[in-house]
């Protein structure tokens, strides 16, 4: 007799704990016209259908709940939201990263960075779609160097209100998502009192009203078409005096009272500011989860493909799957095999921060799954390109048409490389959290411990080996 194990199909082991989660949202969209492949549309036409999609997939009861679980800090809500994330990456990427920004994007700010008003001014507004949101992190001049973003926010005591300013053309929010539909944007800004600079911080600035009609102050450029995403309304936002509330600013690490005093539990600029990001490390890694569902689209269909094109055949035999080839499995197995190993990784570094969030560690003291991340985010979004490619020359001229998605895939993931931090940066933010581990392994005398740590390695080296060699 079977054991359970048995019973159980290899997908399930894929698609993890919320396998049946998934299998809901597919069978929702499998059975809704709305989601049928368009390539006869204008980009104002795309950018509505996407926004109609990203729509009906928030209203789903299946999405309420994630976000009712999310008000509730319900372990768990960080993988839950990984795995609807690439269920909808998967039909659209457009849709995956619209949703991203208008919801989990603004309203992780909201709960990240703010204060329980704030909770109940946007986030659960937000969930019922009574409007949609942005997030306004990047300038023209700034992209990794956040820090040094130029965008101000001039403390005005007598209103008391925050006046929000674009000083320069370097100082335009750039590339943000959302901002030709949007209502409100998590805008991050130096915040000023006086003459004198506290650092970056988060503020939320309205855009436009109900009617679509832009607030005094608030400007919007849209950026026109782009190599792909085109269903995401991307543009500039350029700020001349737009005035907010005080209680606008997200206040969970620094606050202004009506005075103009400011407080803040952390005195460092650079350590608030450290402690700002590491609370939106979540985004990072659905960006490599996003990654890896676009993988998954592009194997399964060149996989698929290869079973069922022939090609020659042995002598006068008749013609065999393109499968069959050796150089077909070694160009296509490798992808699979990563593929899945960046799966297992995303899980696991979601379980971590699902445990961190839990219980309201701060991320700032967790270096390693920082870390960890930012190197799952670059290492995922590379090789999903390399895979991309490939997927695309094993399927030939096929892979080329626009309808069997690959080539939509390629145009519409190039982008991750350098969204969300720059995949080079963030290497170098995994090999400096490594050197420090290897300095502290190390000790004070770096050469005997040098000469350990090598000794140690060589031995596992051998060991692997050895185990290697009598495999085969």
């Not at 795309?46 to 009712?68: G, M, N």
């Not at 290497?427 to 411990?449: H, I, M, S, T």
Request: aromatic share 10%.
């Amino acid at each position: 007799m079977a054991s359970d194990v048995q019973k159980v199909k290899p997908s399930r082991y894929i698609d993890g704990e919320f396998w049946e989660l998934k299998d809901r949202l597919r069978k929702e969209i499998e059975d809704n016209d709305l989601f049928r492949q368009r390539f006869d549309i204008t980009v104002d036409e795309l950018r509505e259908l996407t926004l109609k999609r990203a729509k009906f997939l928030l209203s789903l009861p299946q999405i309420r709940q994630q976000f009712a679980d999310q008000l509730a800090n319900k372990k768990g809500f960080i993988s839950s939201s990984q795995a609807i994330g690439e269920v909808f990456s998967s039909v659209d990427m457009s849709v995956g990263v619209k949703m991203g920004v208008m919801a989990w994007l603004f309203g992780g700010a909201v709960m990240n960075l703010g204060s329980e008003q704030h909770v109940v001014k946007w986030f659960q507004p937000l969930k019922d779609l009574e409007f949609t949101g942005m997030f306004a992190m990047s300038e023209k001049g700034h992209g990794s160097n956040v820090r040094n973003i130029l965008t101000e926010a001039h403390y005005d005591s007598k209103m008391q209100e925050f006046i929000i300013t674009t000083p320069c053309e370097d100082a335009q929010k750039f590339y943000i998502g959302n901002a030709l539909q949007g209502n409100y944007a998590a805008v991050f800004a130096q915040l000023i009192i006086g003459q004198e600079s506290k650092g970056p911080h988060c503020f939320i600035v309205p855009i436009r009203d109900a009617e679509g009609n832009l607030y005094p102050g608030v400007n919007v450029t849209d950026m026109g078409l782009k190599e792909g995403l085109n269903g995401v309304d991307n543009g500039i936002l350029h700020f001349t005096g737009a005035r907010i509330p005080r209680e606008n600013l997200l206040n969970r690490f620094a606050d202004v009272s009506a005075e103009g005093v400011y407080t803040t539990s952390i005195s460092s600029h650079n350590a608030r500011f450290n402690a700002m990001l590491a609370a939106l490390v979540a985004t990072r890694l659905a960006l490599s989860n996003q990654a890896t569902a676009s993988m998954k689209v592009a194997l399964e269909i060149a996989i698929r493909y290869a079973f069922k094109r022939v090609q020659f055949g042995p002598g006068d035999g008749p013609e065999v799957p393109i499968m069959h080839y050796q150089t077909h499995q070694l160009r296509l197995m490798p992808n699979l095999a990563t593929c899945l190993a960046v799966t297992f990784a995303n899980r696991y570094a979601a379980d971590m921060l699902d445990d961190d969030f839990f219980h309201k560690r701060d991320l700032v003291d967790n270096r390693s799954i920082q870390a960890l991340i930012s190197g799952l985010k670059a290492y995922a979004t590379w090789e999903n390109l390399q895979c991309l490619q490939t997927c695309r020359e094993c399927c030939g001229g096929m892979g080329y048409m626009s309808e069997n998605r690959i080539a939509g895939l390629k145009q519409d993931c190039d982008v991750f490389v350098t969204f969300e931090g720059d995949n080079t940066v963030l290497y170098q933010q995994v090999v400096k959290e490594l050197l420090a581990v290897f300095g502290q392994k190390l000790g004070d005398n770096r050469v005997l411990q040098t000469l350990s740590v090598l000794q140690q390695e060589t031995a596992e080296y051998i060991k692997t080996r050895l185990v290697l060699d009598r495999a085969t």
